[in-house]
């Protein structure tokens, strides 16, 4: 019912800078939380930042050079990311609750994730 879209991703040299998209599409009302995880090969999926309606929270790794916001009026989410390291290197998701009305009519809140996007950052 709720479809995330990642975007933004690439290759970038160390200290360069990538904007991560992510786009939801439905029935959407409102995406009511957003946020970014990572997954570097062989290790587990980690919170990079979330965002809600208060302030927006960040890992301790990222803090300082990236930015999490979002588009209400175009149900997007991005993350802003500068001054990238070779750890930073990963695939970036998506993970958004979105408040959306489903192919029955009534409304319900989809905890949606997108399909991934490879960030690589050389060195």
């Known amino acids: 019912q709720v479809q995330l879209v990642e975007s933004g991703g690439g290759l970038v040299q160390v200290g360069g800078s990538l904007r991560l998209s992510c786009a939801a599409s439905g029935s959407i009302v409102r995406i009511k939380n957003g946020g970014w995880y990572r997954q570097a090969p062989g290790k587990e999926r980690e919170l990079v930042a979330r965002?809600?309606?208060?302030?927006?929270t960040y890992a301790d790794s990222v803090k300082g050079r990236f930015t999490i916001s979002r588009d209400n009026a175009k149900n997007t989410v991005y993350l802003q990311m500068t001054s990238l390291k070779p750890a930073d290197t990963a695939v970036y998701y998506c993970n958004c609750n979105v408040y959306a009305r489903s192919s029955d009519g009534y409304y319900r809140t989809y905890d949606s994730w997108g399909q991934g996007t490879q960030v690589t950052v050389s060195s």
């Open positions: 965002i809600t309606e208060g302030a927006p």
